[in-house]
């Protein structure tokens, strides 16, 4: 979770409109995440 605190803003909107359409858990959303900015 800190990790997500360190991110750049707009990779950090990015990942919270991403989750807000997706609505994973936790888990899915670290998951979710680590594949958004793999991708960029």
């Not at 991110?7 to 609505?23: A, E, F, K, M, R």
């Amino acid at each position: 979770n800190s990790k997500r605190f360190s991110l750049p803003l707009p990779h950090l909107s990015i990942s919270l409109i991403t989750l807000s359409y997706v609505g994973p858990t936790d888990a899915e959303m670290e998951d979710g995440t680590e594949t958004i900015f793999n991708l960029k």
